[in-house]
């Protein structure tokens, strides 16, 4: 017989070896758990400790009720679990179809439609060698609801229902498994383990391949913001964002000396052009895993710090967690168990300029070991800013049954390696006092938020087909509760300084990146450049692309740029104070429509426009030869366009679109209406 348990704050389920357990985590939230080993582990993954909370507990017959503010759990005696909202509105119900079930979400008139021979239970737990187990968990599907978040997938599809995502990390995708519902519920798979999730007409589906328990955390809300806000309490909120983070990034793969820095460094001053950061790209160093300068090419890295800050330019290098077999450290590290392990073949895993393994990033000696180099080699000389490249991490080939971690192997645990690499940093630099961290982050994981992560879409390809699936990348990690974001401008790979048609794609890149997060000038350039030495003590010498800064396209598109840089600029102290309200509540900088008008369709319908904040809407123009655009403008407001042309809201018009303009509209009444009007009229004077 299984058996139902009333706890004093939370509810149980027992069957045969599964144990089921509800209870309150946080505002309006629960999370559940199911194991059939003894007990449950005291791995929290994303969550953070749950704050002190009484739920109200109801006792009937044959079914235990649990709620949590606006949402309540229901299970009843053959294990079955829906959840419903403050007004007793179904939210999510699982998906069984057995002769014996009876849903509990379902009507009275519907109820035998859950009746199956099928033999499909909403939990079911396959046993694996070594005691773990294939988790497949299955909820009932809902033909009007939306799907938002999860992360970032190269993809154009904001709304994800219809979706199959890998739960993986990749160079380029970043699982990050909070999905939001537009029925108003949000769920947190908790578990990092490799798998897929699957927003199916037929049924959802989330699967981990390996795990030891079930665990998902679910909130209830009657409004996007409110929900986002309840998960980044749960989970962690960003830092306090450093007044540099808003300006202009420069880089590019890759400046090769010091005195290339410096001069690049100048000439943006020399042209009176704002540059807020300079990043200095990898292969700085004599040999991957020394995490530190090569002497020949930086020879006095202290003073280049100290004369890049005496101009107001702050320093971020890039940290790969590669350390190649001839690297001194390798062997104390490999020694030590600091290194990520094969369960077959060498250990070898990546082959980029020579045999690299990663540091085990899940590994707590291992991070602190990386962060003491790091200390002694770069933050010692004033560099306070890391660019964590590689942080899936990249393997040759991802086969993640290959991989074993400090944590558990890869198939179990791997999805957590960004967040844990990325925690390392975060960590040592607190400890050294300082408050301003932002780590540049090549991928993210649930919670990564609260370790300063700005993460970037990764090696896109410099083309309008990427371009294009950047925007709900974005849009789905704000969602997912990463409101640190940013792409390479113009892609990373693929872009000649001397096409037209690269030319093209660079200017609306750059116009869109100024109406995002962090406007960040990276990529590797055509035609490459060759280093002068093809070997240096044996170690290969990495290339370099051509030239990537403002003026490196030509006289014409210099000057859009730099006026969208004005624009940019113009815009700060708004900006800023976005990156406050992320700090306090977890609220994205980029929005999609739904966010401030969610009682209108068309903002659940239109995924190629956004709110930057409340008061613009940005609507990028991301078809190679297009210069005019339609516009969804939500009711409620006016909205005037960067000529000082008034529209009313609630109405779809077409608008021009020239190559040196991206069609923004501002909120009537917003403080910005006469400062981006006025900007805008005296650069068409010019």
Not at 426 to 446: F, H, K, M, P, S
């Amino acid at each position: 017989m299984s058996e139902l348990i009333q706890h004093t704050n939370s509810i149980e389920w027992r069957f045969e070896r599964q144990i089921l357990r509800i209870e309150p985590w946080g505002e309006n939230s629960l999370r559940v758990r199911a194991t059939c080993s003894p007990d449950f582990s005291d791995a929290t993954h994303a969550l953070l400790p749950a704050e002190s909370g009484q739920a109200k507990i109801t006792s009937e017959a044959e079914s235990l009720t649990l709620r949590n503010g606006n949402i309540t759990a229901t299970l009843n005696l053959k294990g079955q679990l829906a959840f419903y909202n403050q007004r007793g509105e179904l939210l999510l119900e699982e998906m069984w179809r057995q002769r014996s079930t009876v849903g509990i979400g379902a009507s009275e008139k519907s109820q035998d439609k859950y009746v199956s021979a099928l033999k499909l239970d909403g939990r079911e737990f396959k046993p694996l060698a070594g005691g773990k187990y294939q988790l497949t968990v299955r909820f009932e599907a809902r033909p009007e609801e939306r799907i938002y978040g999860m992360g970032q997938y190269q993809q154009p599809w904001l709304d994800l229902k219809g979706c199959t995502l890998e739960l993986a990390q990749r160079n380029s995708q970043a699982s990050v498994p909070f999905m939001q519902s537009s029925l108003g519920y949000g769920l947190l798979w908790n578990n990092p383990a490799i798998g897929e999730a699957s927003f199916a007409k037929n049924q959802t589906e989330w699967r981990a391949r390996v795990t030891g328990e079930m665990d998902y955390w679910i909130t209830a809300a009657d409004s996007v913001a409110d929900l986002t806000r309840q998960y980044v309490k749960a989970t962690g909120t960003p830092p306090q964002a450093p007044d540099f983070i808003s300006g202009l990034w420069q880089c590019k793969l890759r400046y090769r000396t010091q005195q290339e820095v410096l001069d690049v460094a100048h000439e943006y001053r020399r042209r009176n052009l704002p540059l807020s950061v300079m990043v200095i790209d990898f292969f700085h160093w004599p040999n991957q895993g020394t995490w530190c300068f090569d002497p020949v090419d930086w020879p006095d890295p202290k003073a280049m710090v100290d004369e890049l800050r005496e101009l107001g330019i702050a320093l971020m290098v890039s940290v790969w967690p590669t350390v190649e077999a001839r690297s001194p450290l390798y062997p104390v590290m490999k020694a030590k168990g600091w290194l990520v392990s094969s369960e077959r073949g060498v250990q070898v895993n990546l082959d980029f300029m020579g045999n690299t393994t990663f540091f085990d990033a899940t590994h707590p000696q291992a991070r602190q070991f990386v962060w003491d180099t790091v200390k002694k080699n770069y933050y010692d000389l004033g560099i306070k800013l890391f660019w964590l490249d590689e942080a899936e991490p990249e393997y040759r080939a991802y086969d993640f049954d290959n991989y074993r971690y400090y944590a558990g192997p890869v198939l179990e645990v791997g999805n957590r390696y960004p967040r844990d690499f990325a925690q390392g940093f975060y960590d040592g630099l607190q400890a050294n006092g300082e408050t301003d961290i932002v780590n540049l982050v090549r991928c993210a994981w649930a919670g990564s938020q609260r370790y300063g992560v700005l993460a970037w879409s990764g090696d896109v390809h410099s083309s309008f087909h990427a371009f294009r699936n950047q925007l709900a990348a974005g849009l789905n990690m704000g969602l997912a509760g990463i409101p640190w974001w940013t792409t390479d401008i113009g892609g990373f790979q693929g872009g000649n300084v001397n096409d037209p048609a690269f030319h093209e794609l660079l200017i609306r890149w750059f116009q869109w990146a100024v109406f995002t997060p962090v406007l960040r000038m990276h990529g590797y350039r055509e035609p490459q450049i060759q280093p002068p030495e093809r070997y240096r003590d044996g170690i290969p010498q990495c290339n370099s692309g051509s030239p990537n800064e403002l003026w490196s396209y030509g006289e014409a598109n210099f000057a859009i740029m730099r006026h969208w840089l004005s624009v940019r600029e113009t815009l700060r102290p708004y900006i800023d104070a976005l990156y406050e309200n992320a700090h306090r509540h977890g609220d994205p900088l980029m929005r999609p429509l739904f966010w401030h008008y969610p009682q209108e369709p068309q903002s659940w319908e239109t995924e190629d426009q956004y709110l930057f904040g409340e008061d613009l809407l940005i609507a990028p123009v991301m078809h190679a030869g297009q210069r005019e655009r339609q516009v969804w403008l939500p009711a409620g407001n006016r909205w005037v366009d960067l000529n000082g042309e008034c529209y009313t809201g609630g109405e779809r018009i077409t608008v021009q679109a020239a190559l040196d303009s991206i069609p923004v509209f501002i909120r009537e009444g917003s403080t910005l209406v006469q400062e981006l009007v006025s900007l805008s009229q005296a650069s068409a004077q010019k």
